[in-house]
């Protein structure tokens, strides 16, 4: 489970920024949190906040993080063939000349679902030149000292002080300046980097802020979904909870002329036509946005909650009804549909689902920008109000928010679309 996600100069974020998904001590929704070791975990985080006030930063800067750690392998010179491979730059904050040429720091506490229980921090920092640093430490479970397991800097030798010497040098040599050491070593099967390198691999990201990218998802067929009718099965029950007229799916190979071109599928969506046993086929990409994106969260859900992994998503409530939103969100806090403790991180705006009975004050956060155009990121519980006072749980959420007591709004002004100036042409 992650504990808590720290990045630094990264896009619209300029200082320290930290995620933390630590329970604190409010009293609501107890069953909300998971205790491991001296560890109290939430399952989910809501993010708030205005349109460019960088919700969407933290989602992307957790994504840029997954993405280093599970492809950074193949970046840098390949001695072999002379070849580079592509390095994907960070993007720090440019809004000042003290950041723009800084490294972009990305770190995390996490504990893996199984029995030994130890929490791990990892963390690197990365500029133009490739990374600049990078560390590995873990504790026990009820521990409080962590212990190093690697560290990097760059002009320094690399410490291996839990690393088996078998696999010091083969790391030393292979290793390049845009490459991760947990990256490279998880590809020359080191098992305590592998062991980390595969937690970063079973997280899910879904960005829902592009309707164009939407329908492209809804083409994307889960593994096995054209072979297995019981899976179209499984898929349609599951779209079946609202709505209610989709019974199963016919999938059909597109002929191609290309050879050696990936096989394309046209996706219908089955449907019973009332008052009779008859059904009727309809194009999955003919289907409302609300369908098609239940059809995409379907595997990822599936795979999420089984793993017991971080599914983060930008822009959960777009196109969906908010009680249907509030059903997926207690699909995570439920431990009968999440026994495995799988969490859910996702940004949203939707007011309707800022309310005591959904969500603890420590699993409600909000992005806002300064005058400077840096973002921040804080917590419902950490917010205090008029005289100092924290927020009491019995507060509406939602009403205070839309007033703008917890900040995180855009500055709303009159729009004035056609200027005097264009005005007097009328």
Not at 34 to 45: N, Q, Y
Not at 195 to 209: A, M, N, P, Q, R
Request: proline share 4%; aromatic share 14%.
């Amino acid at each position: 489970m992650l504990i808590q996600f720290k990045f630094k100069n990264f896009k619209s974020f300029k200082d320290e920024t930290i995620l933390d998904l630590s329970a604190t001590k409010v009293t609501e929704h107890p069953h909300h949190v998971v205790t491991i070791g001296k560890e109290k975990i939430l399952k989910t985080a809501a993010i708030y906040g205005a349109n460019a006030s960088g919700k969407t930063n933290v989602y992307d800067a957790f994504g840029y993080m997954s993405y280093y750690v599970t492809k950074s392998f193949n970046f840098g010179g390949a001695k072999d063939t002379g070849k580079t491979k592509v390095y994907k730059k960070p993007l720090p904050f440019l809004l000042s000349t003290a950041s723009k040429d800084m490294p972009s720091l990305f770190e995390v506490y996490f504990t893996l679902n199984d029995e030994e229980g130890k929490i791990y921090n990892y963390g690197f920092t990365v500029d133009n030149m490739g990374v600049s640093e990078e560390w590995l430490n873990y504790k026990a479970e009820t521990g409080r000292k962590y212990y190093p397991i690697l560290y990097r800097e760059r002009g320094s030798e690399i410490a291996f002080p839990k690393i088996p010497k078998e696999y010091r040098d083969n790391l030393k040599v292979s290793l390049q300046d845009e490459a991760l050491i947990v990256s490279l070593g998880a590809k020359l099967k080191v098992p305590i980097l592998e062991t980390i390198h595969d937690w970063f691999f079973k997280l899910h990201f879904l960005d829902f802020g592009s309707p164009d990218l939407n329908f492209i998802l809804s083409l994307q067929m889960p593994p096995g979904f054209e072979k297995e009718p019981t899976f179209r099965k499984e898929v349609a029950a599951y779209l079946s909870t609202f709505d209610h007229g989709i019974v199963d799916f016919n999938v059909e190979e597109i002929p191609s002329s290309e050879t050696n071109s990936s096989p394309k599928y046209r996706i219908d969506a089955v449907h019973q036509v009332n008052g009779s046993g008859e059904t009727v086929n309809i194009p999955l990409a003919q289907e409302s946005a609300g369908t098609q994106k239940m059809f995409v969260l379907y595997y990822p859900l599936k795979n999420v909650l089984k793993s017991g992994g971080v599914f983060f998503i930008d822009e959960l409530n777009a196109r969906l009804h908010p009680l249907l939103v509030q059903d997926f969100i207690i699909t995570f806090l439920d431990k009968e549909t999440n026994p495995n403790n799988a969490q859910l991180i996702f940004t949203t705006h939707d007011s309707w689902l800022l309310s005591s009975d959904l969500l603890r004050r420590d699993e409600i956060w909000f992005t806002e920008k300064d005058g400077n155009g840096a973002s921040c990121l804080y917590s419902l519980v950490d917010f205090k109000g008029e005289n100092v006072a924290k927020i009491r749980k019995d507060e509406n959420y939602a009403k205070n928010y839309l007033l703008g007591k917890y900040g995180a709004i855009p500055e709303l002004k009159k729009i004035n679309v056609v200027s005097e100036k264009h005005a007097e042409y009328k």
